[in-house]
């Protein structure tokens, strides 16, 4: 459903009068070339995936071991304790798939007795271990293919049940019992997986990770956004840029995107108003509440307001007046929760934003830099679904649960040893918080590359000759601009003498195109490049026309202020003034010197 907002700034009343409600300054992007790096969490850094435990294991006979496995389950079930769950660990194991260390372990005599001694109960004497060693060795069935049973952890049975148990099952021999050291977690990656089986046992990757999301959903999850991440890191940088420049804040900006669509734009705001605005050299650190996350929360919870007062208006309800009313008002001192730029205000008016829907649930939140510790909060109790950002910032980010030493560090960010450190909280995921989500560091392919940077700059600049909302470019000029707030009435009276004057500029175009028709097919072929002028001519009076109909959709924009403040703009066709004058004159000129040559 589309949001339709009370608060009309000037230039998208305008813009709606001309039907034209398309994102094209949104979509007229430069993608950036990067690449994902998935987040790693606090507990996949601190453990590492990879936490020992001693299990039994014992030898059994090929033919008897389905029936041993099926007794042992029964004998786990029967303990008090809970048993680890070592799922990830093959049960049965052949010979040849043992750990090197293992086979030798196995075969070296003399091991299995000292094992048995050194995890002997009090209850279990030296003389019957050597009774079952003896038992065994005369077995009838030493020459039966024999296979490697792994029980449990030593924690799930005690010792004394399970020999036992064993004597019970095996009165004639005794197995050796041995004890391991096995995995207690399951492995992360594939790589880990046969690592661990060849140093300690068997194991199997089952596509799980106890630490963190499954690789299961992040692949998805990075599958589904691959061919948009780029457009809207470029988008979000636009905005960081924007902020910058009217100095609202820092070059930080902020596009939250609900299933493919962006909902909210933000850029940094912490210098707006005269209690946080940082003159030269001051070294305030701003408004915090205006933060580019922040800002853009907040944006969509204006959002959301603004759905439910017109839902309630339209039904006429006062509460649904009174919501309205109270959308008119400006920024607070604090929040900074409307629109502030040209381009902050297309993307809140453009594109729908799910009624009924949840704070920002499940949506996509894609940020230039690593969120401090107050927004990565504000994200996590948000429900963003995922965060991506660009810029790592290891002195105050939230998100990363490592200490990057992998990368060059920024200036600020070195510690005496030269090492990049960071703060290791790893919010976006930590088991003793209530909302967990995904989260990347987007790796962008041309930072660092001065020609890249250029080419990306001059590509953009290309795009934005394009777009019908580029006001915020503009730089006014006394006469040329004054602030203006415009009724409906009045919008629809200019829109109305606009569209005389673009006719009159197609028909003045037509007369040109019906002199030059006329002189190319009744005068001699002497008059022909007189034909060909008014030819030129006409095309270019239509050209122009063009150009002052796409003009006139730019004339109605708003600009930030000296005071921070989204002012409302109107610009007048000076441009296109210019540029008629410049043509008919050329073509005047071209004319008298034709006709002088025809009297030569």
């Not at 948009?228 to 609202?248: C, D, F, I, P, Y």
Request: hydrophobic share 40%; charged share 25%.
């Amino acid at each position: 459903m589309s949001l339709e907002s009370p608060t009309k700034d000037v230039d998208l009343q305008a813009q709606r009068s001309t039907g034209n409600t398309t994102l094209n300054s949104v979509h007229c992007i430069i993608p950036q070339r990067g690449r994902l790096v998935v987040l790693r969490t606090k507990a996949e850094v601190e453990d590492n995936g990879l936490r020992m435990i001693p299990a039994y294991m014992i030898d059994i006979p090929q033919k008897s071991a389905s029936e041993v496995v099926k007794a042992a389950d029964a004998l786990l079930r029967q303990q008090d304790m809970e048993p680890i769950n070592l799922q990830h660990l093959r049960r049965i194991v052949k010979t040849e798939h043992l750990p090197l260390q293992l086979r030798r372990d196995t075969f070296c005599s003399g091991s299995s007795k000292s094992d048995l001694i050194d995890f002997k109960p009090a209850s279990v004497s030296t003389t019957a271990l050597d009774d079952a060693d003896k038992s065994r060795n005369s077995s009838a069935e030493d020459n039966q293919p024999l296979l490697h049973l792994l029980i449990s952890s030593t924690t799930s049975i005690p010792f004394s049940t399970l020999y036992t148990f064993l004597a019970a099952l095996f009165p004639a021999q005794i197995p050796d019992i041995q004890t391991i050291p096995v995995p207690r977690y399951p492995p992360t990656s594939s790589l880990q997986a046969q690592e661990w089986s060849d140093r300690y046992w068997p194991t199997v990757y089952k596509k799980h990770n106890p630490f963190g999301p499954q690789p299961s959903t992040i692949a998805k999850a990075e599958a589904d956004m691959a061919s948009r991440v780029g457009h809207w890191m470029s988008l979000a940088l636009k905005a960081g840029n924007q902020a910058e420049k009217t100095g609202m804040g820092l070059s930080v900006g902020a596009v939250v995107v609900e299933k493919g669509k962006p909902i909210a734009l933000a850029g940094d705001g912490r210098w707006v108003g005269e209690k946080f605005g940082r003159p030269d050299g001051d070294e305030r650190t701003g408004n915090p509440m205006a933060h580019t996350v922040m800002r853009a929360i907040g944006i969509v919870a204006r959002k959301r307001r603004d759905l439910i007062a017109q839902q309630s208006a339209s039904a006429g309800g006062e509460a649904g007046q009174k919501g309205l009313q109270d959308t008119e008002r400006k920024n607070g001192v604090h929040f900074l929760d409307k629109p502030n730029t040209d381009l902050e205000w297309e993307v809140y008016e453009g594109d729908f934003i799910e009624a009924g829907g949840y704070l920002c649930l499940d949506m996509e939140i894609y940020v230039t830099h690593e969120p401090c510790v107050m927004c990565s909060m504000a994200i996590l109790h948000s429900r963003f679904g995922r965060a991506i950002f660009g810029q790592r910032m290891s002195k105050t980010g939230g998100m990363c649960a490592d200490v990057d030493n992998e990368h060059p560090p920024y200036d600020g960010d070195v510690e005496g040893n030269g090492v990049r450190r960071g703060l290791g909280y790893g919010l976006f995921w930590r088991q003793e918080l209530n909302w967990r989500l995904l989260a990347w560091q987007w790796e962008d392919e041309d930072r660092g590359c001065l020609r890249c940077e250029k080419a990306r700059q001059i590509l953009q600049e290309l795009a934005n000759v394009s777009q019908p909302h580029a006001a915020d470019h503009y730089h006014l000029r006394m006469h040329r601009a004054r602030s203006v707030i415009l009724t409906d009435e009045e919008l629809v009276e200019i829109r109305a003498a606009q569209r005389t004057f673009e006719g009159a500029y197609i028909r003045t175009a037509l007369g040109q195109f019906s002199f030059a028709l006329v002189i190319l097919k009744i005068f001699t072929s002497e008059f022909y490049s007189i034909g060909a002028l008014f030819a030129i001519y006409g095309s270019g009076i239509l050209f122009t026309s063009l150009l002052r109909r796409q003009q006139g959709n730019k004339q109605f924009f708003s600009e930030i202020g000296e005071d921070g403040l989204n002012q409302k703009k109107f610009r007048t066709s000076g441009n296109v003034v210019v540029v008629l004058t410049a043509l008919s004159v050329a073509a005047y000129a071209c004319l008298l010197g034709l006709t002088l040559s025809l009297g030569g």
